[in-house]
């Protein structure tokens, strides 16, 4: 079986904001200063190795600052680990945040073309899948609307729809179907689905351990920035 993705001792660290008492306090204090310093790098990941398989559906899961938005971003390529490789084989349609990519002052339908260019979309391609974007996320009503007056659950909806119509390889969720109506979530269940059954790739961060049991093949538990454990989603 060919691998989507591979990580490889994959870490990214942080480095926190420090604040001297002074300048003199600080040349005075030096040494202990440097080593509160060092001291003061968060690590958010440490040495992550695993492998997504092509037309798996790999869950990741774990509590909340436990690093699992930050692995999924740097999967994504929004963000360059600090040490240790990312391949990723396939067209990726990262769907990491709610609004990601939109803009206030634009209406639903002009950020759906805007969102389709930003996921590797040709104009041309989008318009003539407009119609099925907008259909979807079920928003016809305030499609032509700027989006800084839709709700988070508005901005869910026209963000996955614009997500899965791209006929993405590679399709990277992060807790999106935790939001909206229940109609709405097992539709977008439904879609992931039948990407899943169509071979699509999916990697799916969620708390929702009944959804990842249904939708995922194997799940990745983080904790601490660390890889705990990977195991078959059924056994969770």
């Given at each position: 079986m060919r691998d989507a993705i591979v990580l490889e001792?994959?870490?990214k660290v942080y480095s926190l904001s420090y604040t001297t008492t002074g300048v003199k306090n600080f040349l005075t204090h030096l040494p202990a200063y440097i080593k509160k310093m060092r001291k003061r790098r968060?690590?958010?990941?440490?040495?992550?190795?695993?492998?997504v398989h092509r037309g798996e559906a790999f869950g990741i899961t774990g509590?909340?600052?436990?690093?699992?938005?930050t692995?999924?971003?740097l999967i994504a390529g929004v963000m360059k680990p600090t040490t240790?490789?990312?391949r990723i084989e396939g067209r990726v349609a990262p769907l990491l945040e709610l609004g990601a990519g939109f803009h206030p002052e634009l209406t639903g339908r002009e950020n759906i073309i805007l969102n389709g260019v930003l996921l590797g979309m040709t104009r041309r391609e989008i318009k003539k899948k407009l119609p099925e974007i907008i259909a979807f996320s079920e928003l016809e009503e305030f499609i032509d609307q700027p989006i800084r007056t839709y709700s988070s659950g508005m901005l869910a909806r026209l963000g996955f729809s614009v997500a899965v119509h791209i006929d993405p390889e590679i399709l990277l969720i992060d807790e999106i179907l935790a939001v909206g109506d229940t109609q709405f979530q097992k539709k977008c269940l439904d879609r992931m689905l039948t990407f899943?059954?169509?071979g699509s790739t999916i990697v799916h961060v969620s708390h929702?351990?009944?959804?990842?049991?249904?939708?995922?093949?194997?799940?990745?538990?983080?904790?601490?920035?660390?890889?705990?454990?990977?195991?078959?989603?059924?056994?969770l």
């Open positions: 001792n994959v870490s968060f690590w958010a990941l440490k040495d992550i190795s695993l492998t509590r909340n600052g436990a690093g699992k938005s692995l999924l971003c240790g490789d990312i899943k059954k169509n929702n351990i009944p959804q990842i049991k249904m939708l995922c093949d194997r799940v990745a538990l983080i904790d601490g920035g660390r890889l705990r454990e990977i195991k078959m989603a059924e056994e």
